[in-house]
């Protein structure tokens, strides 16, 4: 075979090649769109069209009184289909499109803004958002009736996307008991344990996949709307909070202490009214709500001497002491094998009787009569324990409670001294809740109620869930033996440890504690302070407890640093509560006369709930409005106080908290002096507003 017959033997063969090849593309056509069309159309649309998930609305999250302390508000991620609206439209309006968005985001001039639109037109690009800033459902009205945007998603392209953020309206008030969500659904608090009706359910909606990787909704006959979540609706009380927060902070401040919490409970019921948790913070500056040791592992300490009252109940229940038997305490040191118990007065007490070891808080006297009556038999006495259910978890409506620890009689860790130890509030575990509720029995007399703090949740009208008061134990001990108790934490407040919280208007009763904390296996000069008890005295509506860890200072006992918080809680809820205060009556019967409303400024809907319980007449407004009054005789005239206008708004005669909360969303840093209602602000009203502004109030 000669060259020329080589070559053209292989010309030959890479045409009949290229020719198969060309045959080959026509039935590959003809396959991919009569054979395996629906197969990739399908997979295109799978690609580039998906059904997602559109998040429900969460519920709002509600104090008693129907405060809202949890909401979920709209805010708009703002785009642009550049494509969609038609040349005369686009031309005429983009220029005043651009310079609206300019003024309105202050991020870069108009010129930049038409020149990032129109770039985007003439690319087809077809999802261009606007700013990363969202906007507020006002703001969204606002824009909404701009040119182009005027037109709508499918005149003008314009895209408002929902994007929902969680407001609290009393930004940290109960902060960590209103608690968060992450987004691995984990968090704290009531929108954690009650997530699975907050959440509601999600929907589905079409969206198209876009250049670059974004995703645009676009509407679908099989859409499923979402259906939003119930609302929770707490007992907590925000004005019995709002006091709670205040003066457990003070003194924190003041003394300089680690965390501190108070719990507030209503005696028949076991509701609870507020909870408090402020621990100082890491960098050391202040302090914030980051656990919540009111109920939880990390509020499990050594309780004291607030014990010493359970252990009381067991003694009196055996019937085996009155409390006018004498118990001596010599010079305040007692030795239990090789190991001395001590009283904190140095030389001790010498001889008590009962009532007096226990209004003095003697550990010596306590733990002398609780080995002398139990020592043969542990067990017995740490049957009362369980008798009154703080060896258990309460079952309480918040995850995350911390479970009680108790040693064993018998076990490893038992030893001859373990029983005294125990009997005034050591070599155990109690959160404050555990010892709030045992106080909170005796109380109610020997009714062990079980504390909750979600009564319902609903939707509208309609009620999915309620949660009524629950008894717990019929009766922790015996009639007599609860009276007994009743007059020994009298006792306490008029004569004992916490005489310093001693009233003329009302009866505190209640107990002082104090623990040595236990660091490293060594007992040290650190203290954890504590007072729990309930008033009035004569008659229990409130029970309440207050802890407080670390506090510096000479005096570190629980009448020095707790008792004083519960005072101040005490007395400003005894003023709030008409129940309680016949002279608050009074007042309001006088102002009555007078013809001066009781409440001068506030919400429309809350001021006509007061002015109806007083038998007052007020004229009726929309209830979403904040009004001044102005009273006629028995008729109170209810005037409109606009505060959406963009001026320095009128505050006189609100509380200071309706004025922090107004003021504040203008955007005021807010400086107050005095108690009360709001009386005189620095800057006039009606002052236009500047940014970085600060305004003072006088409140009395």
């Known amino acids: 075979m000669n060259v020329k017959q080589s070559i053209l033997i292989r010309v030959r063969v890479v045409f009949i090649l290229i020719a198969l090849t060309a045959a080959a593309i026509p039935y590959r056509i003809t396959k991919l769109q009569l054979k395996e069309g629906d197969v990739w159309r399908e ?120 994007v929902e953020k969680r407001y609290r309206p009393f930004n940290s008030l109960a902060s960590r008991t209103v608690g968060f969500l992450n987004e691995d659904d984990y968090g704290a608090g009531i929108e954690y344990s009650f997530n699975s009706y907050l959440k509601g359910t999600d929907g589905k909606a079409l969206f198209q996949r876009l250049a670059g990787g974004s995703w645009k909704p676009v509407f679908d006959a099989e859409d499923v709307k979402p259906e939003d979540g119930y609302d929770v609706i707490t007992t907590l009380d925000v004005n019995i909070q709002d006091v709670a927060e205040t003066a457990l902070l003070r003194q924190l401040i003041d003394r300089n202490a680690a965390f501190g919490s108070v719990i507030v409970m209503e005696v028949k019921t076991g509701q609870i009214k507020a909870i408090s948790n402020l621990q100082r913070n890491k960098n050391g500056n202040g302090y914030g709500e980051n656990y919540n040791f009111a109920i939880g592992d990390q509020g499990n300490t050594e309780p004291g001497s607030t014990f010493k009252l359970l252990s009381m109940l067991a003694l009196l229940e055996e019937n085996k002491i009155s409390l006018d038997d004498k118990v001596e305490t010599g010079n305040g040191v007692h030795l239990f094998y090789n190991r001395a118990m001590r009283d904190a007065k140095n030389g001790g007490y010498g001889t008590l009787t009962v009532r007096e070891g226990f209004e003095k808080s003697s550990n010596v006297a306590i733990s002398k009569l609780v080995d002398q009556y139990f020592g043969s038999s542990p067990s017995k006495f740490m049957a009362y324990i369980e008798k009154a259910g703080l060896n258990q978890p309460l079952g309480f409506q918040l995850a995350g409670e911390g ?44 009714k062990m109620m079980k504390p909750y703090i979600v009564k319902a949740v609903s939707k509208g009208n309609k009620i999915q869930e309620s949660y009524e008061p629950e008894v717990m134990r019929k009766q922790i001990a015996s009639e007599k033996t ?118 001068q400024a506030g919400k429309a809907e809350e001021l006509q709930e007061i002015f109806t319980e007083l038998g007052l007449k007020a004229s009726a407004m929309n209830e979403e409005e904040w009004v001044k009054t102005v009273s006629s005789g028995s008729n109170v005239q209810m005037q409109i106080n606009d505060t959406d206008k963009p001026i320095v708004p009128d505050v006189s005669g609100l509380s200071l908290r309706d004025a922090l909360f107004i003021l504040e969303n203008k955007g005021l840093q807010v400086n107050y002096s005095g108690k009360g209602r709001v009386k005189a602000q620095s800057i006039a009203p009606g002052t236009q507003l500047v940014g970085n502004v600060t305004i003072n109030l006088v409140l009395g």
């Open 43 to 162: 997979k295109a649309e799978t690609i580039n069209f998906q059904y997602r998930e559109v998040p429900a609305t969460r519920g709002n999250i509600y104090a008693g009184d129907g405060s809202l302390l949890a909401t979920s508000l709209p805010f708009y991620r703002i785009a642009i289909d550049p494509t969609i609206a038609k040349n005369d439209l686009f031309n005429s309006g983009i220029d005043s499109l651009a310079n609206r968005l300019s003024a309105f985001y202050k991020d870069k001039s108009a010129a930049a803004y038409k020149r990032m639109i129109k770039d985007a037109r003439l690319d087809n690009k077809r999802y261009l958002v606007l700013n990363r800033k969202q906007v507020g459902y006002q703001g969204m009205q606002v824009m909404s009736k701009w040119p182009i945007f005027r037109e709508g998603r499918l005149g003008g392209g314009v895209i408002f996307e929902k």
């Open 403 to 446: 479970k009680p620890f108790f040693k064993k009689p018998g076990a490893k860790d038992w030893y001859g001294t373990s029983l005294p130890w125990i009997s005034i509030g050591y070599e155990s575990k109690l959160n404050p809740l555990h010892t709030l509720a045992l106080y909170n029995a005796v109380a109610n007399g020997g």
């Open 482 to 599: 609860i009276k007994q108790l009743q007059e020994l934490l009298e006792g306490v407040v008029s004569r004992g440890t916490a005489r310093n919280i001693a009233n003329a208007d009302y009866k505190i009763a209640g107990k002082t504690g104090t623990a040595q904390k236990l660091i490293n296996g060594q007992y040290t000069k650190k203290y954890y302070t504590s007072f729990a008890g309930y008033f009035p005295a004569d008659s229990p509506k409130y029970s309440m407890i207050v802890v407080i860890d670390s506090p510096e200072g000479f005096a570190a006992y629980g009448g020095d640093v707790s008792a004083p918080v519960f005072k101040e809680i005490a007395d400003r809820i005894y003023a709030l509560d008409l129940d309680l205060n016949p002279g608050s009556k009074e007042r309001l019967a006088q102002m009555e006369e007078l013809g001066s409303p009781y409440v």
